[in-house]
């Protein structure tokens, strides 16, 4: 059996695994780089990928326990409760820990490429890049009972950043705060409890939000890293 090696490694603004979306492509603002190892980074290795307007890439859970042997998960979207077997999900608890995540090519870079809609951790071990191909990977017609359509997701009303915090976020971080807060980032079995306080570190800032009265959230902290 060949052994897998990383042929590059992501850089996204997501330090921890805590406030990362659950797929790719629900937060186009979360942009990232695949950075190839030095091995990998001739342009040969990346001669034509620009006529392909997504990408996939194979990924590493480096950040993962070892998987326990459980035959089953409890996904997020059967409200974290529910069990169904771990080939029946995409849960990062698997025998191999490998992801999967179909991200939007942004640019070309010099031994690297720039794409959007990311959901991995920061330094994630990317293992092969290929290209999504729309006439094949693209059924209207497929089924996928409980995960048909995207999540439910808050209005721009229901996100409340008062101005003395967007006044201090860089303009691209506050855009990727507000769609990362539309999503319910919480794990699945906690209810929308108001008052509960939440915290990731997202884009070099320290963030800290509350759930707020009839399904909004509110910022109430933003702090850069290291202060």
């Known amino acids: 059996m060949t052994e897998l090696s990383p042929v590059a490694f992501l850089r996204t603004p997501f330090a921890e695994k805590f406030g990362i979306p659950r797929q790719s492509g ?5 942009e990232g780089r ?7 980074s001739s342009p040969d290795f990346m001669r034509g990928i620009e006529a392909f307007s997504h990408l996939w890439l194979i990924t ?7 998987w326990n042997g459980s035959a089953t998960v409890r996904p997020p979207r059967l409200g974290g409760n529910e069990r169904v077997g771990v080939f ?9 820990g490998l992801g999967l995540s179909l991200v939007t090519l942004l640019a070309v870079e010099s031994g690297a490429l720039r794409v959007g809609g990311i959901d991995c951790v920061d330094g994630t071990p990317v293992y092969d890049v290929k290209p999504y191909l729309p006439y094949c990977e693209a059924h209207p017609d497929a089924r996928a009972d409980w995960a048909q359509g995207a999540p439910a ?3 721009a009303e229901q996100i409340l950043i008062a101005p003395e915090w967007a006044a201090i976020l860089p303009p691209e971080t506050l855009v990727l705060v507000r769609q990362l807060l539309a999503l319910d980032l919480q794990p699945a079995y906690q209810a929308e409890e ?4 939440y915290g990731m570190t997202v884009a070099g800032w320290n963030l800290r939000w509350r759930m707020a009265a009839e399904g909004a959230v509110e910022l109430v902290s933003a702090v850069p890293v290291g202060r």
């Open 26 to 30: 629900i937060v186009p603002a979360a």
């Open 34 to 40: 695949v950075e190839f190892l030095p091995a990998f």
């Open 60 to 66: 590493g859970f480096n950040k993962n326990p070892a």
């Open 88 to 96: 029946a999900s995409r849960s990062p608890l698997r025998p191999n």
């Open 153 to 155: 997701a808050r209005s």
């Open 194 to 197: 108001t008052g509960r306080t």
